[in-house]
């Protein structure tokens, strides 16, 4: 039996193994029970009834559904794997948007004011997050719930913190699945954050529809601590804090970047990348880059570019988890592991060219 690390041991998902789900029609399974809190007794809830709960979109089945998937037990990913399995013919239904910005640029207060309007009209809104300080340190940019307080009180909305621990990749399938449970949930849009100093936008370009940068008024996005090649993933540049005393350099800035911005590639084929300003603040904008948004889901359907980027997407992140585990495997393989210290010192050394050093090494891994 195995406990998933979850903060409330109440709500640990147990796995029974060698039990087969009775009624799923999918052989071989091991057969997940969630034990569900209720009125302090718990009810163990198998897979199958967990999908349903998700497909209705009860809002606590959702959560344990996602808690599944982050599970890094390996006795988990096979229900898990099952669950979205399940789930798979009712996603794709939302507008997938990635936003990005250095911290303080005013992500965490836009989302609250941009997901406020969106579900006062009426729609449901998801967000979680792709934290690479979490990574590291197990924090959350999404533990600033201070700043998301009405939305996050506000019953069509659902906000799950960035899942922490183990590398990018690993928090990248999370958040990747999340994406598709939040969707067979009936949510019409998902916005994921993430910090754009490092790898991490990057990540989240390849899992949205739509990719928003976030800029502070004045300096220029690389005095900003905005990486280089962060501009070019952009579908839309936002120069947010248009408001009060800033008003006025936020509006300059972003004429500097609508011209800055038709010297580069855009992220997205045939589509101009914009530069706006708002403010998260006071609202102002807001509307217009929400209008931004649908211009483009418009060009990008119409062209069957949307489609061709979510199938493009799928494919690579196959064969992304298809490569990093085989250079997990490879790497800590014996073999590997005893030829390789002798065979990168004398590459090192230039004693040995380097693909002939690869040549050995990968003669060994095939047992040649
Ligand atoms: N004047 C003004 N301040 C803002 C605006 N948006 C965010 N801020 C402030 O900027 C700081 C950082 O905001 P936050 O949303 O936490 O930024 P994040 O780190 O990118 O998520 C906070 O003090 C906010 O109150 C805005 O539109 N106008
Ligand atoms: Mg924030």
Known sequence: MSTLPVEDPHHALHVMPGVK??????????????????????????????????????????????????????????QAQELLTRILPRTGGAVRVGITGVPGAGKSTLIEALGMMLVEQGKKLAVTAVDPSSILTGGSILGDKTRMERLSAHPSAFIRPSPSGGAL??????????????????????????????????TVRSMVDFFLLVLAPGAGDELQGIKKGVVELADTVL????????????????????????????????????????????GEGLPELWAKVQEFL??????????????????????AMVEEQL??????????????????????????????????????????
């Open 169 to 202: 990749g690993g928090v990248a399938r999370k958040t990747r699945e999340t994406i598709l449970l939040f969707e067979a949930a009936g949510y019409d849009v998902v916005l994921v954050e993430t910090v754009g100093v490092g790898q991490s936008e990057v």
């Open 298 to 319: 418009d060009h990008t359907r119409s062209r069957g570019l949307f489609a061709q980027r979510r199938q493009d997407q799928e494919r690579s992140w196959m064969r």
């Open 21 to 78: 789900g009775g009624h799923d029609g999918l052989p071989g399974h091991l057969r997940v029970v969630v034990p569900v809190a209720h009125h302090h007794r718990r009810r163990a809830v198998p897979v199958a009834e967990l999908a349903e709960g998700v497909l209705a979109g009860d809002r606590v089945m959702l959560a344990r559904a996602i808690t599944l998937v982050e599970s890094n037990a390996p006795a988990h990913f096979e």
């Open 327 to 368: 250079r997990e495997r490879f790497f800590s393989d014996p073999r590997i592991q005893a030829l390789l210290p002798e065979l990168e010192q004398a590459v090192a050394g230039g004693i040995l060219p380097a693909a002939s050093a690869a040549a050995r090494l990968l003669k060994a891994y095939d047992g040649e």
């Open 239 to 282: 120069i947010n804090k248009a408001d009060g005393a800033s008003r006025n350099l936020a509006l300059m800035s972003r004429g500097d970047y609508e011209r800055a911005l038709h010297y580069i590639q855009p992220s997205t084929e045939g589509w101009m990348t914009p530069a706006l300003a708002a403010s998260a603040a006071t």
